[in-house]
DNA sequence: ATAGGGTTAG
């Protein structure tokens, strides 16, 4: 509904331009001094757009009675400029255009409109509109010829853009360059390159400006391609690009040299630079960040602020907050989250997902969530932080919920969704998720992305089925230094060290040099199949083949390995003969060896260091407290029991789960909240008496309370993994095995009862617990009783 | 020109 003026006082449309003198009305409507004169009108809307008020120009362009294509391009072309926000005005404002059949849209209408299309990746229209141009003779036109290259490259329709480039009859390097950052947008640095050397080739008056450098830098950052860098660098300086457009080039130059790892030349970039913004202090930042200077980035932040307010913005903050996040330094977390608040910007997006990130990693998942619920706009960056949070903080379960609403609200799931989100069925051990995921990777064609085939190995391998890792580890396109880690971790976790073995060879026949993971995986995977003086030889050969100094989860292998292995004096000279001063989990793994094989004097002397640096998390009390009961010495076991509850440790339960046609069922220690409990206790009972047949005897070592032996017994036969697989025995058919999954070790009076319900039962058991796989089967356990 | 979520080891 546009407000007509009167039909009095109409003027005639010609096409007035600001160099033709007014026309003989003008004076007349001047005098009486309305702004209703359509030369005024376009004079004052021309006004409007460059001050950048857009509502008041589009509301003169509304009192314009008949707009000429002036004043359409005008508008449109304000429109465009803003951004997807504002674009689709634009748009509509061109098909107004159309309807209005007095105006045709020319040489000036196309581009910008264009541009509108680009900015809503609208491929349809664009093509519509390239059609129009072409019928009006105007698509080989130089503007409009770019403007469609720029809207092609940005739907990804390559061809396309390569065509018009093609017919051009002549090019400028405007169109070179949107060639060029067509290519650079995509990540091909190959093309991007041809086309860099062919516009010199072509024509020596077109000479790479600072839009050619802005676009090809980051290919060359990506590409780590410093020395091209430098000489990018050097032309630079010499065609004196950093006069003009120094904070674009510069800006570009320092981001380069940070992500090629040389800082030192990203300061002295950014110290020679004149002109600084908002945008060079986030590269600056994010370049400490990425290559892990956490405490300078820190420092350039405080910098950054003490400069001005203005320099601050989401992205420089959401550097910071990784910063946070990787030094787990909740305190300055909290800080970056009220200046946020202060400075208006804890709605932005990007500041968002940053903070929830921050709060995930620092095990504040409460925090993270309440901040999810809070933002008014989330996208798949939201969703995918929050899945990963849960699945990091061991709500593999909520993981799956937040997937299921993120669905409901029909936000898609890209890449990093679906990685974060197998690992919970990882966790969980469910292959029945774990397929579901799968297939839903394949059906939105990312099935053999790198690292979500890597993710997929590890599922399968969490879930039982190595088999189906070992296929897409083969399968896949292209596999990373973590396929080649994650397979090796996965034979381990399943005893199969010798596969593990041959995989690490295989890898130096494939020129894939390993890393430090590469030998905590294999060490491990050695530990795991008793593989002690193989084991030994790797860690060796990590130090003096490979220059791999070790790091304490090497240590905490090695101590798992000889422990395990039953050599515990070795072990413990082991610990003694560290160059690092042995942590709390070095120790840990000593004593669970001890416990393994009930030496109960070194357990209590390991227990006494392990007190002394006090005891992280809880799998260590229940260690000490299970290391006491064996002892018999019950008044310590609760000693140490009452030690955790003070420390506020939460005793995690012991607690088993068993997927059945893809629902999981989880069990706790004598629970029966199960509605199949009176089946599942009756079983475990008639399963006693059996096995008391055949020689069973209960290892009542493995109780932590004070109780008479026949409780005891009962405490242990109620134990969770033993519910699990019960009630998998009385589900599943008798061909089917049974997979149980436990999130501590697997109890030892329970290895020697499944190995017992094997033979009565006749069935084929699994047992994945927080170590590694046991496979049951004819009365005895693929780990050989060592685990 | 910068930037937010992701896979392996314990």
């Known amino acids: 509904m546009r407000p007509r003026l009167p039909a009095t006082k109409l003027k005639p449309a010609a096409a007035p331009t600001h160099r033709q003198p007014p026309p003989t009305t003008y004076r007349l409507l001047s005098t009486a001094a309305a702004p209703s004169d359509e030369c005024g009108l376009q004079q004052q809307l021309d006004a409007h757009v460059a001050r950048g008020n857009l509502s008041l120009a589009r509301h003169l362009f ?9 004043a359409y391009n005008a508008l449109i072309r304000a429109y465009s400029w803003r951004g997807p926000g504002l674009a689709a005005y634009a748009l509509n404002l061109y098909r107004a255009m159309l309807q209005d059949r007095r105006v045709p849209p020319d040489k000036y209408t196309f581009p910008f409109v264009l541009k509108a299309c680009s900015a809503l990746l609208d491929l349809r229209s664009g093509r519509a509109i390239h059609s129009h141009a072409a019928r009006a003779g105007l698509h080989t036109d130089l503007f409009v010829s770019t403007a469609l290259i720029d809207l092609y490259m940005k739907c990804a329709f390559l061809c396309h853009a390569t065509n018009v480039f093609d017919q051009m009859p002549a090019r400028d390097a405007v169109a070179w360059n949107a060639m060029l950052a067509g290519y650079a947008l995509h990540g091909m640095y190959h093309h991007a390159l041809a086309y860099l050397l062919r516009m010199q080739d072509h024509d020596a008056r077109l000479r790479p400006n600072a839009s050619t450098l802005v676009s090809l830098l980051p290919l060359l950052a990506q590409q780590r391609a410093l020395s091209q860098g430098k000489s990018v660098h050097a032309y630079s300086v010499r065609a004196c690009l950093h006069d003009k ?54 420092r350039l932040f405080k910098e950054m602020l003490a400069q001005g307010l203005c320099f601050l913005s989401p992205t420089s903050v959401a550097s910071a907050l990784r910063a946070c996040a990787n030094l787990a330094d909740l305190h300055i977390g909290e800080q970056l989250h009220v200046l946020l608040a202060k400075s208006g910007l804890h709605s932005d997006l990007t500041a968002g997902n940053s903070l929830l990130s921050m709060y995930a990693k620092a095990g504040l998942i409460d925090e993270a969530t309440e901040l999810f619920d809070e933002m008014v706009v989330k996208d798949t960056v939201s969703y995918s932080a929050l899945i990963s949070g849960y699945v990091q903080n061991g709500m593999a379960d909520e993981a799956f919920l937040v997937f299921r609403k993120m669905q409901a609200h029909n ?31 394949i059906v939105r064609g990312i099935a053999s992305e790198t690292s979500i085939c890597n993710a997929l190995i590890d599922m399968y391998a969490k879930c039982g089925r190595i088999d189906l890792s070992r296929q897409i580890f083969d399968v896949m396109p292209a596999q990373d230094i973590v396929s080649w880690n994650t397979m090796i971790a996965g034979y381990g976790i399943h005893g199969l060290g010798k596969e593990a073995t041959a995989l690490f060879l295989d890898m130096k026949n494939r020129a894939c040099e390993p890393d430090d993971v590469t030998f905590i995986c294999l060490i491990s995977a050695c530990s795991h199949s008793g593989l002690v003086t193989e084991g030994k030889r790797w860690f060796h050969m990590m130090e003096q083949r490979y220059g791999i100094t070790p790091r304490m989860e090497h240590y905490i292998g090695m101590v798992d390995l000889l422990a395990r292995g039953g050599f515990l004096d070795e072990a413990y000279q082991f610990i003694q003969s ?48 299970n290391i006491f009961s064996a002892a018999g010495r019950f008044d310590e076991a609760a000693e140490v029991r009452i030690l955790q509850k003070e420390k506020g440790f939460k005793k995690s ?41 055949l020689g069973y005897q209960a290892d009542t070592s493995f109780v932590l309370q004070d109780l008479e032996d026949e409780e005891k017994e009962k405490a242990l036969l109620y134990h969770s993994e033993k519910l699990a697989i019960a009630f998998g025995i009385l589900t599943l058919s008798e061909d089917k095995t ?36 046991h496979h049951f089967k004819n009365g005895q356990c693929s780990c050989g009783d060592f685990w």
């Not at 509304?62 to 002036?70: A, C, E, F, K, L």
């Not at 009930?598 to 006090?614: F, S």
């Not at 989880?666 to 059996?690: C, K, M, N, T, W």
């Not at 997979?739 to 058991?765: E, P, S, W």
Request: net charge neutral.
């Open 411 to 441: 936000v898609e799931p890209d890449v990093a969704t679906m990685v974060s989100l197998i690992p919970a069925c990882s966790h969980l051990a469910a292959l029945q998720h774990g397929k579901c995921s799968h297939a839903s990777v």
């Open 62 to 70: 509304d009192q314009i009675p008949d707009p000429d294509v002036r």
């Open 245 to 298: 457009d120094g904070v674009l080039v510069g800006t570009a130059l320092l981001d380069m040299y940070a992500k090629c790892g040389h800082l030192h030349y990203t300061c002295r970039v950014f110290e020679a630079m004149a002109d600084k913004n908002d945008v060079t202090w986030s590269a600056l930042i994010g370049g400490f960040v990425l290559c892990n200077r956490m405490v300078e980035a820190f």
């Open 578 to 625: 560290m160059p690092l001063k042995a942590d709390v989990r070095v120790w840990g793994a000593l004593l669970g060896a001890c416990r393994v094989h009930k030496n109960i004097d070194l357990g209590k002397q390991v227990a006494r260091m392990i007190q002394k640096l006090g005891a992280e998390g809880t799998g260590n009390f229940v260690l000490l407290s």
């Open 653 to 693: 339960p012991g607690c088993s789960w068993i997927e059945i046609n893809g629902s999981l069922h989880a069990f706790i220690g004598g629970d029966r909240s199960h509605p199949q409990s009176p089946q599942i206790y009756e079983e475990l009972d008639s399963i006693l008496v059996d096995i008391q047949k």
């Open 738 to 773: 049974i997979f149980v999954t436990k999130n501590l070790r697997v109890c030892g009076d329970c290895h020697t009862v499944i190995k017992y319900m094997t033979l009565v039962r006749k069935r084929a058991i699994i047992v994945r617990d927080a170590n590694r796989f």
